[in-house]
């Protein structure tokens, strides 16, 4: 073949396929790093998550006794609706926590 002088030819058709799959390799190792990264990360999440709800499950029968109070008297019971009363119209509590707080209070 004849080339004329001062024209180079590329690297061919063998060359552009050995390119394109170094790009493509590294492309996949890249996306393959990432997702693990990714999945590394969501596993970390739900072992802390079952952490915090093995604690939170550990601390709740230790809460509970000191929920059993004795009964309250008639007029301690009164002041104690009443600012139940007072923090619901405060906007401190919503309708339902205000009804739960009552519910609980007059369960003991």
Do not use: H, I
């Not at 119209?89 to 519910?103: N, R, S, T």
């Amino acid at each position: 073949m004849f080339m004329r002088p001062g024209l180079r030819r590329g690297p061919g058709l063998l060359g552009a396929v050995a390119r394109t799959a170094v790009v493509a390799g590294t492309a996949t190792a890249v996306s393959r790093g990432v997702n693990r990264s990714l999945d590394n990360r969501a596993q970390d999440r739900a072992e802390a998550a079952a952490y915090e709800q093995a604690a939170a499950q550990q601390q709740q029968p230790a809460a509970q006794p000191a929920q059993q109070q004795p009964p309250a008297q008639q007029g301690d019971l009164m002041a104690q609706l009443q600012r139940l009363a007072d923090l619901r119209q405060q906007g401190l509590l919503d309708d339902q926590e205000f009804a739960a707080a009552k519910a609980k209070l007059l369960a003991s």
